[in-house]
């Protein structure tokens, strides 16, 4: 346990951050398995739309790094298109 005021406000801060961004985090994969789980390009590209979207505000804020954000982007949007082609 903290032996100082500063210490413990320290501790407070940071479960509370902590409870924020698992909440955050669960949201953005949410989003994801969304996409993921759409049945055709239509609905796909809509929520490949709102996911970008949750994915860059967790990137600025810190949550996760810009890199992961546009890596995810690429791999979802790949993915939505890969289901407007015919299987061959």
Same mark, same amino acid.
């Given at each position: 346990? @903290?032996?100082? &005021?500063?210490?413990?406000? #320290?501790?407070?801060?940071?479960?509370?951050? #902590? =409870?924020? $961004?698992?909440? !955050?985090?669960?949201?953005?994969? *949410?989003? =994801? !398995? &969304?996409?993921?789980?759409?049945?055709? *390009?239509? *609905? +796909?590209?809509?929520?490949?739309?709102? *996911?970008?979207? =949750?994915?860059?505000?967790?990137?600025? &804020? +810190?949550? =996760?790094? !810009? $890199? &992961?954000?546009? $890596?995810?982007?690429? !791999?979802?949007? #790949? %993915? /939505? $298109?890969?289901?407007? /082609? @015919? %299987?061959?």
């Amino acid at each position: 346990m @903290p032996q100082h &005021k500063s210490a413990e406000k #320290r501790m407070r801060q940071t479960e509370k951050r #902590r =409870i924020r $961004n698992v909440t !955050k985090r669960t949201r953005m994969k *949410t989003a =994801i !398995k &969304k996409v993921r789980e759409a049945a055709d *390009t239509e *609905t +796909g590209q809509q929520e490949l739309k709102n *996911t970008a979207s =949750i994915l860059d505000r967790m990137a600025a &804020k +810190g949550i =996760i790094h !810009k $890199n &992961k954000a546009a $890596n995810l982007k690429s !791999k979802l949007a #790949r %993915a /939505v $298109n890969r289901k407007s /082609v @015919p %299987a061959q």
